[in-house]
């Protein structure tokens, strides 16, 4: 099992950025794939983006050019850095650990809302 700590979420202005951080427990670089997915009130959650152990990346259609997800295997951390954002972005978000077979992790997630 793998122990997530999300952080940086708040409230921002529409056109604004803000930069979530996910601390895991252990190395990332042995993880299948870290993700982060959102959900807003009264919708399934969704997947925003993930990076494979690899490193190669993917993101939704909704948020490329906006939201971009990185990671940092010396520190067993992985960012979503999110610019240019809309009302629409407001969610929960969620860090995934995807170890396959083995199962999923999740974090307890950072609330970013946008608003003026």
């Known amino acids: 099992q793998v122990q997530l700590v999300e952080s940086g979420g708040g409230l921002v202005q529409p056109g604004g950025s803000l930069r979530l951080s996910c601390v895991a427990s252990?190395?990332?670089?042995?993880?299948?794939?870290m993700g982060w997915y959102r959900q807003a009130p009264g919708t399934p959650r969704e997947l925003v983006a993930r990076?494979?152990?690899?490193?190669?990346?993917y993101h939704a259609e909704s948020v490329k050019g906006r939201l971009t997800i990185t990671r940092d295997t010396a520190k067993n951390t992985v960012y979503l850095k999110m610019n240019s954002l809309k009302p629409e972005d407001t969610a929960t978000y969620y860090c995934?650990?995807?170890?396959?077979?083995?199962?999923?992790?999740w974090g307890q997630g950072t609330q970013v809302t946008v608003s003026s």
């Open positions: 990076i494979t152990s690899g490193g190669v990346a």
């Open positions: 252990r190395s990332i670089f042995s993880i299948e794939a």
């Open positions: 995934n650990a995807d170890r396959g077979a083995l199962g999923n992790d």
